[in-house]
């Protein structure tokens, strides 16, 4: 997706890709205007090496997604099947000198995305409520999603 469009960031009109090059989603609608694809998920290694070793029995995204991969067996798929994530609505700024920084969000309440499936999709949605990043001033807000057939 990122080496197709040529940008790190996600926006309206973006066509999400499989690793065949298929296209899965396509953003039709983004009020928010751009959204990170290199401040990953947070993982218990992450958050140790991010915040502190006592900070590793937190709860992460990846641990999330690995209790929803072995809770639903009947969806046929493994932690092999899980790739990079997209981090809607979060601010991870590229600096001048390539470094990622973590940064407020650029969104607000009643910000949305609307995307249109072009194939059946999987989607494992974590809204992590990381009480360690500063962003949002360690204040998360709920998430809601809407799914027209």
């Known amino acids: 997706t990122l080496r197709e469009q040529g940008n790190v960031y996600l926006t309206a009109e973006t066509t999400l890709l499989s690793n ?3 296209p899965m989603l396509e953003i039709t609608a983004d009020t ?5 694809t290199l401040g990953g998920a947070c993982a218990t290694e992450s958050n140790t090496v ?6 590793k029995t937190m709860h992460a995204c990846r ?3 690995m209790l929803a991969v072995a809770e639903n067996e ?3 798929v493994s932690k092999r099947d899980i790739t990079h994530n997209i981090n809607f609505f979060m601010n991870v700024p590229v600096t001048e000198d390539g470094q990622l920084t973590f940064a407020d969000g650029i969104s607000e309440a009643g910000k949305y995305v609307e995307m249109t499936a072009k194939m059946d999709v999987i989607v494992l949605i974590s809204n992590c409520p990381q009480l360690n990043n500063p962003c949002n001033a360690y204040n998360p807000t709920p998430v809601e999603v ?4």
């Open 20 to 22: 065949l090059g298929n």
């Open 32 to 36: 928010c205007g751009r959204h990170d």
């Open 50 to 55: 991010r915040y502190s070793l006592e900070k």
């Open 63 to 65: 641990d999330s997604w």
């Open 74 to 76: 009947h969806f046929g």
């Open 146 to 149: 809407v799914i027209w057939s």
